[in-house]
């Protein structure tokens, strides 16, 4: 009996250990702000953190072309405060809430489906340098870019990095 309750402990301990470390290298899907999603805010709980940042996503023109490959980069500025690191979920959807174009990993970047929708997100969480954090990513443009609405979703966070969900700013 006492085998099992170490056993029942210890993996205890080690479920405890992934869920606490793995947002920063794997973040949850459906996290963008997207129609019927959540954001970084569902996990990480900003406390009196002292920073802040913007969100910005570079590549993409005022009018876009139909099958045509962009290299886009989420860029994450720290505009007050020292967070240690940043990451980012994004999803681009058209006007019925469903995948537009296509998106491919680079670097520091992975591609998650889950839901119907496809996410480019952080992996891991990159340290801030300068005050900014980079990920680059592709997006094709589909058949009917620039006659139809697409919208990006992406939500950010700053993170003390502690290594917990605590004091990090979406």
């Known amino acids: 009996m006492k085998k099992i309750q170490h056993v029942f402990k210890v993996g205890l301990l080690l479920s405890a250990l992934i869920f606490v470390f793995g947002y920063s290298n794997n973040p ?12 970084c805010l569902d996990c990480h709980s900003p406390t009196n953190t002292g920073f802040d940042g913007e969100f910005e996503i570079i590549g993409l023109p005022d009018k876009l072309l139909p099958k045509t490959i962009y290299n886009v980069t989420a860029r994450i500025k720290v505009t007050n405060g020292t967070p240690q690191k940043a990451g980012f979920q994004l999803v681009a959807l058209d006007a019925n809430n469903l995948n537009s174009g296509n ?3 680079q670097g ?3 591609i998650e489906n ?9 992996r891991p969480a990159q340290l801030v340098n300068n005050d900014f954090v980079e990920y680059n990513f592709e997006w094709f443009s589909p058949e009917t870019a620039g006659k139809d609405s697409i919208i990006f979703y992406a939500s950010s966070v700053l993170a003390d990095g502690n290594g917990s969900t605590s004091n990090d700013q979406v």
Do not use: D, I, M, Q
């Not at 949850?28 to 954001?39: D, F, I, L, R, S």
């Open 28 to 39: 949850p899907n459906g996290k963008t702000g997207a129609p019927a999603e959540g954001t």
């Open 103 to 105: 998106l491919a990993a």
């Open 108 to 110: 520091t970047t992975f």
């Open 114 to 122: 889950s839901g119907g929708r496809t996410y480019v997100e952080h």
